[in-house]
């Protein structure tokens, strides 16, 4: 059916389309996606197990309004935000285009959304039905950086099945800095000392950026590794990878998601599974829409896929869809298990 209506969902502005299909998944107006439980693509991560790898990336439900209508379209794990620790209105509009004959997204949104105590209110309200996550990130004219992830681990510690800590959006001015050895090292030693505070053993991920320099990857695993962070998210949108790219659209400010991403991602994924190996499990990101294309990223070393523009090209049934694809191509190749060849592309 959204192949028939996407000419129509296209003609309304992008922000507008997402708002469209953010009420019609809270008001239950989008079928549920009913998949066979298959032993062969059900993952572990944190300790828990989910039925498929298949996540939707943070984006698209900002203020964790429809985690549990997401659920039922077969994503095996949702995350929601980014969210800050005051609500924020983002950059101005508009803020995101579609590259259509690139199969792409360029969004400059700038972690819009409703802010700590507005979406923590909503989830206590509304317990995930799923492996659930939250990612939180800093005001735009916060004084303190570092002390907005402490208020975010603060208020969501409790509520989620891990919390992953964004460095990485090309939106939000110098916040890539966290990249940078001493940034980070400080970042992860606060939320590490803050989570004894606590009292939690919540799991934390950082979520970087592909336009990393390669002579980086190394550094950052290492500061990864003394801090004993669960997962790694690869990767962010992009703010380069501009030259190939066919539509007009390409010359708008912002961060690049969908097929252009893909290459980058997986190649910045293999380099750091060769270095965290198991330590450290990776999420890929970056041109997912279709069994083949997560499967590309397994090997590569992703233990778990997110999506977020593939949905916006292909529908709200892509999860079920690349599930029964993934099944589809490890009987072919004769996998028990999805775990068996994560990385092994090598």
């Not at 800050?84 to 101005?92: A, E, K, L």
């Not at 606060?190 to 336009?211: G, N, R, Y």
């Not at 599930?323 to 068996?340: F, Q, Y």
């Amino acid at each position: 059916m959204f192949s028939k209506i996407r000419s129509l969902i296209f003609k309304l502005d992008p922000e507008k389309a997402h708002d469209l299909a953010i009420n019609a998944l809270k008001f239950n107006l989008i079928p549920q996606n009913k998949i066979k439980n298959n032993k062969s693509i059900q993952t572990e991560i944190f300790g828990k197990t989910i039925p498929n790898p298949i996540g939707i990336a943070a984006g698209f439900d900002k203020d964790a309004e429809v985690y549990n209508p997401l659920f039922k379209l077969g994503f095996g794990f949702v995350e929601v935000g980014t969210v800050t620790p005051i609500g924020q209105y983002g950059n101005p509009k508009p803020r995101i285009f579609r590259l259509e004959q690139d199969m792409a997204l360029i969004n400059r949104l700038g972690f819009n959304n409703s802010g700590s105590e507005k979406v923590r209110s909503r989830i206590i309200s509304n317990s995930p039905k799923g492996l659930f996550g939250i990612n939180i990130g800093p005001n735009k004219d916060t004084s303190n950086r570092m002390q907005d992830y402490l208020i975010g681990l603060r208020k969501f510690y409790n509520l989620a099945d891990y919390l992953t800590i964004n460095i990485s959006s090309p939106n939000t001015e110098n916040l890539r800095s966290f990249h940078n050895e001493d940034e980070l090292n400080e970042l992860l030693n606060l939320i590490e000392k803050e989570k004894k505070i606590l009292k939690t053993t919540v799991p934390i991920t950082v979520k970087i950026s592909p336009d990393i320099e390669d002579e980086n990857i190394n550094i950052i695993s290492d500061v990864l590794l003394k801090h004993n962070v669960e997962a790694l998210i690869v990767s962010n949108t992009t703010d380069k990878n501009r030259e190939n790219l066919s539509n007009i659209n390409k010359l708008e400010k912002g961060g690049l998601s969908g097929k252009p991403l893909e290459k980058r991602s997986n190649e910045l994924i293999n380099k750091f599974y060769k270095i965290l190996k198991n330590k450290i499990k990776i999420i890929g990101v970056g041109g997912v829409d279709s069994g083949q294309s997560a499967y590309q990223k397994i090997i590569s070393g992703a233990s778990l896929i997110q999506l977020y523009t593939g949905m916006i090209y292909q529908g709200p049934s892509i999860a079920s869809k690349i599930s029964e694809e993934l099944i589809n191509i490890l009987n072919k190749e004769g996998v028990k298990n999805i775990s068996d060849v994560v990385g092994s592309k090598n």
